[in-house]
């Protein structure tokens, strides 16, 4: 293992790692929003909304998401869509991480329970209200584990995007071994660096889930 | 009509794509029996390491381990051609995951089952066998299902280091006709294996259902144990009962 490699190699891999957190910086918020927006349609009781989100959950985790991020990068132009690589990742990635957001908050909802509904019916709250301060918060504590999962792999997932030529962490280590030919350094140093994404992630998932728990401690 | 043109090309990228989920799904069951038995090993020095090791390959992106295998393991003196080199990482990653369903699973029944099995005289592997994996198998099956699932559309990552598996013979095709014809059919081709993946995991989780329907076939008359395998999560009995 050659350290004075790796030191000369960091800047690459840096500039390289901003763009894999960019491109998971960005998916995640739109997964989020896009998530929140399907759970809210697929337990509205308005059936055709309710199967065409199911549908699309079903497809999306039912295939493949390298064969995913082929069709939005190489099938869509000739449709008449044209991306450039970074926002072909960004789609694809969204596309994928709100799949599983749907069913993350879907199931937060469903957590909570029928009771909420009367009990702010018989406070004489607002609908809105009901859903903005009763619903969404028992809601977001019961979807937190495992949206955060979802986020943690949305990061990891977009190491796939060196696959269409996204200039991500994989593309500059794959890159860089295939000119100089040190494989061991260059995935030692990505794995590191992944692994302290996920821990830094998932650290601050424990954060805000202990933090958000607060009103249901001590009893 | 390009793809029925093809049609024989496609098929043989199909054949080699089951060949290499069914590789990945026995190789990946056999390193979660490992893991699975090297998690739960007594002696912390040699079960620290296993744990490790799983944790590694749960973190570490499944295209990061693919290439790594691809490219690090030739330069110890291993080199595996592109089918079994992928075959090998993505076995161990499903590995990885099913250890942790294998062991949650194992969890899930009751000690006192494990001591009236010893009871009765079934000890070590008789035991395990016959009283504590039957009655694991409701609360292992459905993760493994959707496990099984995820080996199967991990098989296309074959294609980034070069196996001729679907993607790759629908990649090839694209490229042809592109130069060949003029105009990229690349929405139709990867359209129709996007539908043939789909097809190919939904068979599976049907198959899957069965499987559970029948590990859970003696519990069907015990709506209480029915009401313990419903999906979806429940809050936390302290979240609701929320006292003024």
């Given at each position: 293992m050659d350290f004075t490699y790796i030191l000369d190699a960091l800047p690459d891999l840096m500039s390289g790692l901003k763009m894999t957190l960019m491109v998971s910086g960005l998916a995640i918020i739109l997964s989020c929003l896009i998530g929140a927006l399907g759970a809210a349609l697929r337990t509205s009781g308005f059936k055709p909304a309710e199967y065409a989100v199911r549908g699309y959950v079903e497809f999306i985790r039912g295939t493949p998401y390298l064969v995913q991020i082929f069709f939005i990068f190489y099938g869509l132009p000739s449709l008449g869509l044209r991306f450039s690589v970074f926002w072909s990742g960004v789609i694809a990635l969204t596309v994928w991480a709100s799949a599983f957001q749907i069913e993350n908050f879907r199931a937060g909802l469903a957590a909570v329970g029928r009771g909420m509904n009367d009990a702010s019916a018989s406070l004489g709250l607002h609908r809105w209200h009901h859903a903005l301060f009763v619903v969404l918060p028992l809601a977001a504590r019961a979807a937190l584990p495992s949206s955060m999962n979802t986020l943690v792999a949305t990061v990891k997932n977009s190491a796939y995007l060196q696959a269409i030529g996204l200039v991500e962490l994989t593309f500059v280590a794959v890159d860089r071994i295939a000119y100089d030919f040190r494989a061991i350094e260059m995935f030692f140093t990505i794995c590191v660096i992944y692994l302290l994404c996920v821990f830094a992630l998932s650290g601050l998932g424990h954060l805000v889930e202990q933090r958000l728990n607060r009103p249901f401690a001590g009893r | 009509m390009l793809l029925l043109e093809f049609k024989s090309f496609l098929l043989d990228g199909l054949a080699h794509t089951l060949l290499l989920s069914l590789v990945m799904i026995l190789g990946g069951t056999f390193f979660a029996i490992l893991f699975a038995g090297g998690l739960s090993l007594k002696s912390k020095w040699l079960s620290r390491p296993v744990y490790m090791l799983v944790e590694c390959l749960r973190d570490i992106p499944l295209m990061v381990t693919v290439l790594l295998v691809y490219f690090v393991l030739p330069n110890a003196g291993i080199s595996l051609n592109p089918f079994w080199s992928s075959a090998l990482s993505v076995s161990v990653w499903g590995g990885a995951n099913g250890a942790h369903i294998i062991r949650a699973g194992l969890a899930s029944v009751p000690s006192g089952q494990r001591e009236a099995a010893l009871a009765f005289g079934l000890r070590g592997w008789k035991g395990l066998l016959l009283v504590v994996i039957p009655q694991a198998m409701p609360v292992i099956l459905p993760p493994y299902v959707s496990l099984v699932t995820g080996l199967v559309q991990a098989s296309s990552l074959g294609a980034v280091i070069g196996v001729n598996e679907l993607l790759r013979s629908a990649q090839i095709l694209i490229e042809q006709t592109t130069i060949s014809r003029?105009?990229?059919?690349a929405y139709l081709i990867y359209g129709t294996i996007l539908i043939v993946y789909f097809v190919l995991c939904w068979a599976i989780s049907v198959l899957g259902a069965r499987l559970e329907r029948y590990f859970a076939r003696p519990y069907q008359r015990q709506p209480s144990v029915q009401a313990k395998q419903v999906e979806g999560q429940t809050l936390p009995a302290a979240m609701l009962d929320v006292k003024a």
């Amino acid at each position: 293992m050659d350290f004075t490699y790796i030191l000369d190699a960091l800047p690459d891999l840096m500039s390289g790692l901003k763009m894999t957190l960019m491109v998971s910086g960005l998916a995640i918020i739109l997964s989020c929003l896009i998530g929140a927006l399907g759970a809210a349609l697929r337990t509205s009781g308005f059936k055709p909304a309710e199967y065409a989100v199911r549908g699309y959950v079903e497809f999306i985790r039912g295939t493949p998401y390298l064969v995913q991020i082929f069709f939005i990068f190489y099938g869509l132009p000739s449709l008449g869509l044209r991306f450039s690589v970074f926002w072909s990742g960004v789609i694809a990635l969204t596309v994928w991480a709100s799949a599983f957001q749907i069913e993350n908050f879907r199931a937060g909802l469903a957590a909570v329970g029928r009771g909420m509904n009367d009990a702010s019916a018989s406070l004489g709250l607002h609908r809105w209200h009901h859903a903005l301060f009763v619903v969404l918060p028992l809601a977001a504590r019961a979807a937190l584990p495992s949206s955060m999962n979802t986020l943690v792999a949305t990061v990891k997932n977009s190491a796939y995007l060196q696959a269409i030529g996204l200039v991500e962490l994989t593309f500059v280590a794959v890159d860089r071994i295939a000119y100089d030919f040190r494989a061991i350094e260059m995935f030692f140093t990505i794995c590191v660096i992944y692994l302290l994404c996920v821990f830094a992630l998932s650290g601050l998932g424990h954060l805000v889930e202990q933090r958000l728990n607060r009103p249901f401690a001590g009893r | 009509m390009l793809l029925l043109e093809f049609k024989s090309f496609l098929l043989d990228g199909l054949a080699h794509t089951l060949l290499l989920s069914l590789v990945m799904i026995l190789g990946g069951t056999f390193f979660a029996i490992l893991f699975a038995g090297g998690l739960s090993l007594k002696s912390k020095w040699l079960s620290r390491p296993v744990y490790m090791l799983v944790e590694c390959l749960r973190d570490i992106p499944l295209m990061v381990t693919v290439l790594l295998v691809y490219f690090v393991l030739p330069n110890a003196g291993i080199s595996l051609n592109p089918f079994w080199s992928s075959a090998l990482s993505v076995s161990v990653w499903g590995g990885a995951n099913g250890a942790h369903i294998i062991r949650a699973g194992l969890a899930s029944v009751p000690s006192g089952q494990r001591e009236a099995a010893l009871a009765f005289g079934l000890r070590g592997w008789k035991g395990l066998l016959l009283v504590v994996i039957p009655q694991a198998m409701p609360v292992i099956l459905p993760p493994y299902v959707s496990l099984v699932t995820g080996l199967v559309q991990a098989s296309s990552l074959g294609a980034v280091i070069g196996v001729n598996e679907l993607l790759r013979s629908a990649q090839i095709l694209i490229e042809q006709t592109t130069i060949s014809r003029g105009g990229s059919p690349a929405y139709l081709i990867y359209g129709t294996i996007l539908i043939v993946y789909f097809v190919l995991c939904w068979a599976i989780s049907v198959l899957g259902a069965r499987l559970e329907r029948y590990f859970a076939r003696p519990y069907q008359r015990q709506p209480s144990v029915q009401a313990k395998q419903v999906e979806g999560q429940t809050l936390p009995a302290a979240m609701l009962d929320v006292k003024a």
